[in-house]
Each structure stands twice: as C-alpha cells, then as structure tokens.
C-alpha cells in the first residue's frame, strides 16, 4: 500500500516548507518537490498543513478510579482521539498496593490489546514502593518498553507514595535511564481543606477548586524538583496548572537541573470561573483543578520559554450521573473530564490562530516533545524518511463548534461546549493508513498497536 500527499505545507517542530510525501506501507519513504511516483492513493494537500500525528503523554483510558472507571475505553478513546489527529496516547498502568507491576500491566495489556484504532504505551504509577517493586523496574524499562515512572503526591487512601518511596523509586529509575513522572499536589494539605470546607457545610464542587489552592501545587513542585536533583533522576512533572508552580520547575536552570513539564489544554484555554456554575460545575472538577487568568498567561508564557514542552490532555471522563455521586458532596465527585479529541484543534485555534504560539511550538507541544521525551523519537513526533507514517491533513480555515451531541468521547457532556474553533483535521494517517477522512473513519479497532518505547536522549 503507498499513498502520495501532494503540495502540503509539511510543518515539523523545527521546518516548515513545501513539499510531496511518498509513504509506502507504516513509513515515509521519500520526501521532495514534485515526487515522480506512483502510489495506490494521491491526496492533494494543496493549501493544507501537513504535521506529525499528535502524541497525547498523559490519558486515563477505562482507568479504575474512585469507585468506577473513566468512560471512554481503549475502542471509543483512541477512534476520538484518532477524530482529532493523535494518533498515539500514553496511557497509564497503575499498581494496586500490595500487588507487582507486572499483574497490573497484563491487566492494562488485556484491556487495550485488539482494542485501540490508534498506537498506545504506557506509563506505571508506582503506588507501592517496596523490595518486591523495586526489583520490577529494570525488567520493565528493559524488556517492556516502559521507561517513564508515574507517582502521585496526592490521593492518600489510593495512589500517593510518601517522600521516602518516592526518593528509593528515583534512585532505582536512575540507575536504568528511566524518568520519574509526577502528579504534583500536596495530597495531605489537600485533604486537610476537603476535611475543613465538609465540615463547615461546604459542600459544592466550589470547594473542590478552593481546597486545592495554588501553594499545594507548588509546594510539593518543588519538593518533587528537589528530590530529583538530590537522586539526579530524570523528571517531569505531569498536569501543570499555576504560575508559582512553573517557577518551582523555571528555577531549577539555576543549578543546571533538567525538569521536563506538561501542562493540558483546559488550563490553557478555561479558567477558575467554571467553578462559579453551582453543581454544573461538576463538570470541571479535575485535579488539579482549573486556575485562573493569570496562571493561564504563565502557562503560556512558560510554554513559549521551553519550561513547559508538551501539552497533554489528562483525559479522563465520567459520565453525568457519575458526576452526581457527588451532589452533596464535592469529594465524591470522580476527578476528571473528556478532552481526548480536541487537543490539536483547540491549540491550533486558541494558540496559532490567536497568535500565542508558532505553528512550530505547536507541532513541538502536541507531538515531538512528548515522543523525545518518552522515547519514541524519531520513530514517532516527526514526519521524516524513515519514521512511522503518522500525519495530520489540517485545513486551517474550517470552522467549527465543539458540542457533546457532535464528539467522538464516550461521555454525555463537553468540558468546551459552544467552544468555537478555526481549523480542523481533514484527513489523518496512522502508519500509512487513512484513518480517518472528512469525519469518516477507514480503519478498524485493533490496528493501533503497542509501542514500547526506548530510553532516549531528552534533549528538547
Ligand atoms: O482529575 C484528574 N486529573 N483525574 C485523573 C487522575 C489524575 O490525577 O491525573
Ligand atoms: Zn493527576
Ligand atoms: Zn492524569
């Protein structure tokens, strides 16, 4: 099978020029003006971009959390995914306590194999760090293609590790190349506010937001940043939100410390009003939560510094009436929100559109970065001779509004309902295949594949 995309304008994070693309069977296999080839389908790209296959680092797929599972699975998440030009996600396996790495990656493994339209890896959240753990690591950076390292700092009754586990698990991962990941919040702050605000009758999603201040990101960012630089473990810290957290992360150049950081797409474009919409607001209880105008312009400005390299979604649905478990109670409420699919499109409008980043940040933010960072460069996160045929057809003048009654999740509402957006995926290619076409999907579940991805050189 061969496809020919003629006269795009090829946009990497680095080039941005004119050009056909010759891809024959999973590959690009030639790159040039006027390519004289025959191939089985020509695409005529004549004033499109033609970039990379978006690369989400950070998604929830059908992941077991407080008392139920997200609602997209690895079939519904990767196919909205694949809608909005990623073609790959990492997902992430979590250790129950008291069990192996290895049990809950064949779990992680037997829910997506066959499963997903577009290609995933995994990431392992570490939630019980021990003798037995430890001796898992090496087998899986090694044999699994698993070199990232997930730990919480938050979610006491289920997911965080204390300050004494997280420095043995960083000295381990260091020893194997890996990188050690974090969701940064002081979960014993935190848990003391939700405490304090139910007490006091406190009850709305409101108070979600208000007991997750700004301080509880930052302390334990910089807890985290000083832990790396003690164990000199590779890092980065998932989900940034504020601007005193982005410092935490900014500072640590001073002493040559590399921090690697993700933001998502909601703390870029929504801000802290969402929580002033009575229980609705239930629809934007994630954590960390969403913060206001002024992080917004820092996440912005750190991503234009290079502080930030990738923007994730953390996508992680929940049904409404699952949002509802927690009517009287803000804490019951599962964390999350759907976004898998509007990644691209929203950083294209809110961002290049708008002006706040170039269109090569952009390939850089939704793509490369995360594949140089996690160790799949430059197999993915580029389109060069040689790297999986991965590409997003993007006509920048379509418009468009996001609404639950038109997305791809597997969810009953929009965190971006009415969002109105410029530009959108025309066609995508997953490893030489046409995905998806004008909104028509051309592949079945099961051709996305599991990546196992290499220990690299994090030069971004
Ligand atoms: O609210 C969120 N973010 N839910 C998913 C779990 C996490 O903390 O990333
Ligand atoms: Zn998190
Ligand atoms: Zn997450």
Known sequence: MSILIKNGRIVTATDDYVADIYIENETVAQIGKNLNVSADEVIDATGKLVFP???????????????????DNYETGTLAAMHGGTTTVIDFVIQSRGESLRKALDEWHGRAKNNCYGDYAFHIAVTDFNENTKAEIKEMVENEGITSFKTFMAYKNSLMIDDKQMVGLMEEVKKYDGIV????????????LV???????????????????EITESEATGRFVDMAHQTGVNSYVVHMTSADAVDKVRMTARRNQKVFAETCVQYLVLDASVYEKGIESAKWVMSPPIREKKDQTALW????????????TDHCPFMWDEKLRGKDDFSKIPNGAP???HRLDLMYSEGVAKHKITLNKFVDLTSTSS????GMFPQKGTIAVGSDADIVIFDTEKKHTISAQTHHHH???SAYEGHELTGKCETVIIRGKVSIQNDKVLINKGYGKYIKRNKAPRIV
Do not use: R
């Open 301 to 312: 400005t750190a991503v234009n510094q290079g502080v930030i390299q990738t923007v994730a």
């Open 339 to 341: 976004g898998i699919e």
């Open 371 to 374: 594949a140089k960072i996690f």
């Open 411 to 413: 969810c009953d509402y």
């Open 53 to 71: 296959g978006g690369i989400d680092p950070h998604v929830h797929l059908e992941m077991p959390f407080m008392g139920s599972f997200s609602s």
């Open 195 to 213: 405490a304090k605000n139910l007490k006091a009758g406190n009850t709305s999603p409101l108070y979600h937001y208000l007991s997750q201040p």
């Open 181 to 192: 990941t974090t969701h940064a919040t002081n979960g014993e702050v935190i848990d003391y």
